[in-house]
């Protein structure tokens, strides 16, 4: 049921991270700045694969989904924190927190 | 609006084929036959090559649109057939009819 | 052994582009316009995605070979022909252009 | 000079693992054991997932190669202890080995 919620938190933030790039990439000048893009890019990419790893039920998916709230925190945060966010931004940034936390309750770090 | 449904059918079928390759991993024989392991192996990568496409307004969509709705027509048939297909498949069955139904709208062929 | 090539070249293309957009969004300005970055995103993901299916030998990877070839010429085209192209850019361009006529050997158009 | 030798070791592992897994689906039996299948299907995406980051020259690569040399070192061990292991899975054991032993090096763990 949590890991339920979890899949679809993390299916959600990487097509919303991966839209908000194309979003961000079209409006240009400092949305298009190579910090922002980037972590938008590590977002979507880390979310598709703790995703995957849950789905296949991998005994891995506890480091990865730790990792996942880790950089979705990151991601929201250069959403909120950009001195032109709009709309698009904050939905985004959204998706990241709620990500974030699903994720840091099915996360464990490894040690 | 229509793209929007096929992008959720794509990760939808992504989900329902990782899932079902874990579930006919576990159940051994021939549920763990190369070629059903593998047609949907295909179909949960393309599906999520596709999703990512239209998510990103790629003008490149509609010829992998039209390769997903190929594939997914494979895998439907492939879980579909199969001597013991139970609830799992055809669960997978379903996700891959309904996403070969809405790429094959969105697709194009390559000429 | 042409496969073989074919999934070198496909893995090095994918790199390439990759490190080419984190260039490309480094230098900022026009280096960063949405269709330059949008086409290399593209690329990256099907040369990763061709290379897949080749080495899982997948009967579907002729369509995909067909369709990376198509998208790695448009990828060197928007690498070649930016007016301020630099070593990187034409680094880019010709692992596109390696990896578009290796693809378009291996590839079959759908009919 | 050190990343560039492990974004080759991951692109080679990942390959490595994605040809054996059809190998041993290929073999059936318990060369195709859910477990065995499973951490190969893991090692493949974390590989292609910690080269795309280092790729990238994302912050966040440390934390994602020092688990990708967790899960490299347990496929592995699953190929090594496999009581039939052929050339197919030693070769495998071997590019899992060289993975796990360079993204040791780049990888920090999270604390």
């Not at 730790?66 to 709309?87: F, K, L, T, V, Y």
């Amino acid at each position: 049921m949590d890991m339920n919620a979890c899949i679809e938190a993390c299916l959600d933030c990487h097509r919303t991270c991966l839209a908000t790039i194309a979003h961000c990439l079209g409006r240009g000048g400092h949305h298009a700045e190579a910090a922002h893009i980037g972590i938008m890019m590590d977002c979507a990419q880390i979310c598709a694969v703790s995703a995957d790893f849950m789905i296949r039920q991998s005994p891995h998916h506890p480091h990865l989904c730790a990792e996942c709230a880790e950089i979705c925190g990151q991601c929201a945060a250069s959403c909120e924190n950009h001195p032109d966010a709009d709309d698009a931004m904050r939905r985004c940034a959204e998706a990241c927190r709620r990500c974030a936390s699903l994720c840091g309750q099915m996360g464990v770090r490894p040690h």
